[in-house]
């Protein structure tokens, strides 16, 4: 799925463009016990009660295309035969509505899910989609087909400190926990909107933190191979780097690199296209063939990375660098610059030293106090 088809289901989950119907789910604590069985009535509910629970499970359709939100593919095989495939259609072809499906969705979750000591709040929802033509004009025609699918997020529960409350049944005060149910810290959808249709071949996978993509559950639930997480990516790709091209990988390699995909990314985000971005080992190379590395260390290079992504994988450039940070780093030191000024950073060895340096032409602060340089001092 790409960003603008995310963002056309992500505005639906809003009281007055939905129709979801009910809110299921179940309380589980610390010992992995269903404390609380949830089969309640949206319109039932108060306005307040129902925007949380809307926006718990929106918050599934939220981030990043490749970091946050993440492609699960099912293979042929198990589209047409397979327990974990079978149960999320059961799910989705009884709307959620068949509560014998549910408990079976549940102790798969809870057997599988690794929460650590942290209690938890699983939600599921379903939504049926009457999905809009798209003329040429951009604007809006008669439904053209009905997509039915469901969002489902698993939500931590924070403890609150100790505090003092009244009971207007006792009328008595006491001190009590609380306990507030936090953001989803995963969830997925299924099945995947892609060109705007139902594709049961793919589900799309939401983690909070893109470098901890709780890959047991995706292995519980999907039965697939756990993609590469983010933070995976970018420390794969400095190491075929570094490895591949030893001493030659030096400054101004690694500025020409981090330039040019950081380029891709701001002409990517200018154009607004929906697509994500990506490129491939080869692409790469061409960078490193610009810089002069020898064509043996780029073919190395290459080889690596199609040993550890795949030959030809396309790669997201935002999972490979952080475009809005260029930083060296030594054991004694970090220095973080904007990229644009990366050009200024040079090394050098000086009587046998090393040295990073940066030319200094305006006033220099330290602390927040002006220093200033001594006269007559000159290298």
């Not at 079978?86 to 408990?103: F, N, P, T, Y």
């Not at 698993?154 to 149910?181: I, R, W």
């Not at 190491?239 to 591949?244: N, P, T």
Request: aromatic residues 8%.
């Amino acid at each position: 799925m790409n960003q603008k088809e995310v963002s056309e289901l992500r505005r639906r989950w809003r009281l007055e463009k939905n129709a979801v119907s009910r809110i299921y789910g179940c309380f589980v604590n610390a010992n992995r016990e269903i404390v609380t069985d949830l089969d309640e009535s949206l319109g039932r509910m108060s306005q307040e009660e129902a925007e949380q629970y809307l926006n718990f499970l929106k918050k599934a359709l939220s981030g990043t295309p490749g970091k946050n939100l993440i492609d699960i593919v099912f293979s042929t095989q198990q589209v047409m035969d397979s327990d974990e495939h079978r149960l999320l259609s059961a799910l989705r072809s009884s709307e959620l509505k068949d509560g014998q499906v549910r408990q079976e969705f549940y102790q798969k979750v809870i057997e599988g899910l690794d929460m650590g000591d942290s209690s938890y709040l699983l939600l599921l929802a379903c939504d049926t989609y009457d999905v809009p033509k798209q003329r040429k004009d951009g604007a809006a025609d008669d439904s053209s087909e009905v997509f039915t699918y469901f969002l489902c997020c698993v939500c931590p529960l924070k403890l609150g400190k100790p505090e003092l409350n009244y009971y207007p049944g006792d009328n008595e005060f006491h001190c009590a926990v609380s306990q507030t149910v936090s953001p989803p810290e995963l969830g997925f959808l299924f099945p995947a909107f892609d060109d705007r249709q139902a594709n049961i071949y793919n589900a799309l996978f939401y983690s909070r933190k893109p470098d901890a993509l709780h890959q047991e559950f995706i292995d519980t639930i999907f039965h697939t191979e756990p993609p590469m997480s983010a933070a995976e990516q970018r420390e794969t790709f400095q190491s075929a780097l570094a490895e591949a091209l030893e001493d030659e990988f030096n400054l101004e390699v690694a500025q020409t690199v981090h330039e040019r995909l950081a380029d891709q990314i701001a002409q990517h985000k200018e154009r607004k296209d929906p697509e994500p971005l990506a490129l491939t080992a080869r692409d790469v190379s061409t960078i490193l063939q610009d810089c002069g590395v020898a064509l043996e260390r780029v073919e190395n290079f290459q080889k690596k990375c199609d040993e550890q992504f795949g030959a030809g994988a396309a790669l997201s450039p935002a999972n490979l660098i952080d475009s809005g940070r260029f930083q060296v780093k030594t054991s004694q030191a970090t220095l973080s610059l904007q990229p644009e000024n990366s050009y200024l950073v040079e090394t050098r060895i000086i009587n046998g030293k090393k040295y990073i340096l940066i030319p200094a032409e305006e006033d220099v602060e330290v602390n927040g106090l002006a220093v200033r340089f001594p006269a007559g001092q000159d290298t």
